[in-house]
């Protein structure tokens, strides 16, 4: 008998997109979706009733500078995922965006980050996920899909990073990308990201 899912109560720090309410709400409605699917296959330590994670839409300088300071790498990335929940988790490789750092020589974390749940009920804050909407925007002429599509396929890619999946290796990687499938699916239901103006890309 598959896991029952659980109501999933989700507070969302969105920056990046215009000031307007509905966008805020999409991209709540998708993600709450999202951690009601995946909730039951959670372990016990991240097992929670209400969570928190931070959302990002920067440009490709901004997701440089971030891939850069923690990756060691040069250049634009299309997603990166920065946990703030790091205990063993028992599926393969679980890890961190900035795991190949010692602890002395971490940088500071681009986004401020909040205490987890105490017994009071506050959320279990995850992290944070940037995604740069340039390089989103070309991949998304290139796959010949929507901008909206690429948002959302990005955006659980980061979470399940912020839940503890990896892909050291190609099963891995396959097993996460039908994961990711299955998550959109989910909320194909729900109104597409759409975005009248971001960092100068117009809606496509």
């Known amino acids: 008998m598959p896991p029952v899912a659980l ?17 805020h709400q999409v991209w709540l409605d998708h993600l709450r979706a999202w951690m009601v699917v995946l909730t039951p296959r959670l372990p016990a330590h991240l097992s929670a009733s209400r969570y928190s994670l931070g959302l990002t839409l920067c440009d490709d300088a901004e997701i440089s500078r971030l891939n850069h300071d923690w990756r060691g790498q040069e250049g634009p990335t299309d997603v990166l995922a920065f946990a703030i929940q790091d205990a063993p988790i028992p599926w393969p490789s679980p890890t961190r965006a900035a795991d190949a750092a010692s602890a002395e020589d971490e940088p500071e974390p681009p986004f401020p980050l909040a205490d987890d749940e105490d017994p009071e009920g506050c959320p279990l804050e995850l992290g944070d996920i940037v995604i740069s909407t340039p390089t989103a925007r070309r991949q998304a002429e290139a796959e010949g899909h ?58 496509g």
């Open 7 to 23: 109501p999933v109560d989700l507070d969302l720090a969105l920056t990046g997109l215009p000031e307007e309410e509905h966008l």
């Open 146 to 203: 929507s901008l909206s599509r690429e948002l959302l396929f990005l955006a659980s890619h980061g979470l399940l990073h912020l839940l503890g999946w990896d892909h050291p290796d190609e099963p891995s990687l396959a097993t996460m990308l039908a994961l990711q499938e299955e998550l959109l699916a989910a909320t194909a239901h729900l109104p597409a990201v759409t975005m009248a103006s971001c960092h100068g890309e117009a809606t």
